[in-house]
């Protein structure tokens, strides 16, 4: 048969054919894409001419395209539409890709050319970027284990394969918790629940096949419901679900799994030489050790815990004043913080989220992209992977500089969270291209005919995510490998993070915070109101997510523990975790941490990279003008634009002619 994935793609710059792709291609197109990969390293392997740059380096970066095209759409549709079909797949592929992997990093062939280069780099004649390839290159290999021999190279390649199919489980596991849990909720059930709310729940209930409306477990409608019901009852019952996924016990649990990797992990880093999987990881990003990562956590815990006790307390008298006795609850945070809200900043959410129209923050995003960088969105009507996909050329000066594709809102086949992807990076060589780019939130859908609001968070995670798509967009460097995205963990939320900003302009706001139903703009009394509470909450926002990045750090900077969740009690009990916050995310959904090593020892990095975006903006703030195009280029040279051609701390210093203080981050937060 004819199978799309493989063939030459030859529509519109390049784009899958997604409607002719179906899910029987994928293991014939992987089986090719595969045994076309193994052909090319084969080559490079066995090349009888002395090894030069072009013939190894360059012929390592142009080898694999086809399996980078089939992994590219099957992983896109895993994560936003995934199906049992799709889920059977990578069950199949994951070990299959790991032992892949391994075979062409313990290729003794190859390396032994990698490291010829590497001896020889300095009579090479290599530019900048090809010795930063070149480095790369090797340091992949021997982090990989391509140093190793015999009993424990046999061992690693076990060791990563167990890790895919451990993370595949995990993963799937979360998505099964949450796609599998709903509660029906009554007309009495509802009452309290401001409108936005209840088309939510509607919408949620339709796409689950329920007769009325539920509450799910997507972020965008129970957080919302935990804020909004007088019901604690159903609040509780909410929240234990959400906090409860990947621990209901049964073939969905993951704490087993959690532990597992754990000890993998600590066995992988000391067959390299480390005492510490967290030695091991966070070597080549900016924080270099766990030392420094604790110090900025510590720094912030202290202050933010206070921040988060002291609210606690107040709130405690306002459920008092409601006649309930005993403790605040994590279930109770969300509502009683909303009423605070209310009552001290004169803001209602409700009130607010009309003002916040999903199109129109898309546009405010595209705005200041367009105001910041010259860049212009030119909606297309290509056939994409779901009807709600959407899809725009992005063009600067009439040329084409990418393809953005956004899919927003929340259903049962779309994993949790939102996330930044590359359908296919930057590169001028060793064939050019220009970077297709997915964004892919979790909104609520609005009835039909109803437009989709967002929460302010919810904006700020739209703008968030498009900071990632602009690093992919506006990536202007030689190889692939150093791209957009392609950076140290603790720098790649940089853009991301210092592009949420702009949401705060007023200017921006005036302009695009407009009603849903009036089209009137937003009251000045009102944006003043959102301005000055932006800061709010911070205490609970900042303890959360500190607590589950210090359970992170604990679980990868001494040897693996015995038992995962009897860590987690062990840590958050010395920390003195207040009662009624909750981790961010708990070890058995920790998806950052164990679906995948990615954020492994490095959920730190958020917070790592806010030091820098606070300050970063600082010097907007200090220029007079958000738009100031003398930054505003220096950011696109410097960082945007620059990829990882090197390191985080000597691209920030081009920017900002410095490192920033932690200050930044405690002052950004209003907790200094």
């Not at 896109?76 to 990093?105: K, V």
């Not at 603790?490 to 991301?496: Q, R």
């Not at 990095?605 to 007079?624: L, R």
Request: hydrophobic share 45%.
């Amino acid at each position: 048969m004819t199978n799309p994935l493989l063939q030459d793609w030859t529509g519109p710059f390049g784009l899958a054919p997604f409607a002719e792709i179906e899910d029987r291609h994928f293991t014939p197109a992987l089986d090719e894409a595969l045994a076309r990969h193994n052909a090319e390293i084969d080559a490079i392997a066995s090349n009888p001419e002395t090894p030069t740059f072009a013939n190894t380096i360059l012929a390592l970066e142009a080898a694999g395209k086809d399996l980078d095209k089939v992994l590219s759409v099957f992983f896109n549709l895993l994560g936003a539409d995934t199906n049992e079909t799709r889920q059977e797949l990578q069950r199949a592929f994951s070990p299959r890709l790991s032992a892949h992997s391994s075979a062409i990093h313990a290729n003794t062939d190859l390396f032994q050319r990698i490291e010829t280069l590497w001896a020889e780099r300095d009579d090479l004649g290599l530019c900048a970027e090809d010795l930063r390839l070149l480095m790369l290159t090797r340091r992949g290999f021997v982090r990989a284990g391509a140093a190793l021999e015999g009993q424990d190279a046999k061992r690693m390649a076990e060791i990563k394969n167990r890790l895919a199919v451990l993370s595949t489980e995990f993963m799937q596991n979360m998505l099964a918790d949450e796609s599998g849990w709903a509660m029906d909720l009554s007309t009495d059930d509802l009452e309290g629940l401001p409108e936005f709310l209840i088309s939510a729940a509607a919408a949620a209930g339709k796409a689950a096949g329920r007769d009325g409306p539920v509450v799910n477990l997507s972020r965008s409608v129970i957080t919302p419901f935990l804020q909004y019901s007088p019901r604690r009852d159903l609040r509780e019952i909410a929240y234990k679900a959400w906090a409860a996924r990947g621990a209901n016990g049964g073939e969905t649990d993951n704490r087993a799994i959690a532990t597992e990797v754990l000890k993998l992990r600590q066995e992988r880093a000391e067959l390299l030489g480390y005492d510490s999987f967290a030695a091991y990881k966070l070597e080549t990003e900016m924080a270099k050790n766990a030392d420094n990562v604790r110090a900025l956590l510590e720094k912030v815990w202290e202050p933010a815990k206070a921040r988060a006790n002291a609210d606690a307390a107040t709130m405690t008298e306002m459920l008092k004043a409601d006649g309930i006795n005993g403790d605040l609850e994590p279930w109770d945070w969300h509502y009683y913080a909303e009423k605070r809200r209310q009552a001290e900043h004169d803001l209602d959410e409700a009130a607010l989220k009309p003002f916040f129209q999903l199109d129109r923050m898309i546009e405010a995003a595209f705005d200041c992209a367009n105001r910041l960088f010259g860049l212009q969105f030119k909606p297309l009507d290509l056939p994409l992977y779901h009807p709600d996909a959407r899809l725009w050329e992005v063009t600067r000066d009439g040329q084409h500089v990418a393809l953005f594709l956004g899919d927003y809102f929340a259903r049962p086949s779309k994993r949790s969270g939102a996330w930044c992807s590359a359908m296919r990076m930057q590169a001028k060589k060793p064939e050019p291209h220009r970077p297709i780019v997915v964004n892919v939130c979790n909104f609520a859908k609005a009835a039909d005919g109803e437009p989709a609001l967002l929460s302010y968070d919810d904006a700020r995670t739209l703008f968030h995510e498009f900071g990632h798509a602009l690093h992919q967009m506006l990536s202007d460097v030689t190889y692939e490998t150093i791209a957009g995205t392609n950076v140290a963990r603790d720098f790649v939320e940089l853009p991301s993070q210092l592009y949420e900003h702009w949401l705060e302009v007023p200017d921006v706001l005036a302009r695009f915070a407009t009603h849903a139903e009036t089209g009137e703009a937003m009251p000045q009394a009102m944006l003043e109101k959102v301005l000055k509470a932006a800061n709010f909450d911070q205490g609970f926002q900042t303890v959360e997510f500190v607590a589950s990045a210090l359970v992170d750090l604990a679980f990868h900077e001494g040897k693996a523990p015995k038992d995962a969740m009897e860590m987690q009690a062990q840590v958050l009990g010395q920390i003195g975790m207040p009662h009624a916050i909750g981790m961010r995310h708990a070890t058995p959904h920790f998806a950052h941490v164990f679906a995948g090593d990615g954020y492994a020892s490095g959920y730190y990095s958020y917070m790592w990279s806010e030091v820098m975006d606070a300050d970063a903006f600082e010097a907007f703030e200090e220029a007079g003008d958000a738009f100031d195009p003398e930054l505003a280029k220096s950011l696109e040279t410097n960082i945007l634009s620059a990829g990882g051609s090197q390191d985080g701390e000597t691209l920030y210093t081009a920017f900002r002619g410095r490192l920033p203080e932690a200050d930044a981050l405690l002052k950004g937060r209003g907790l200094l």
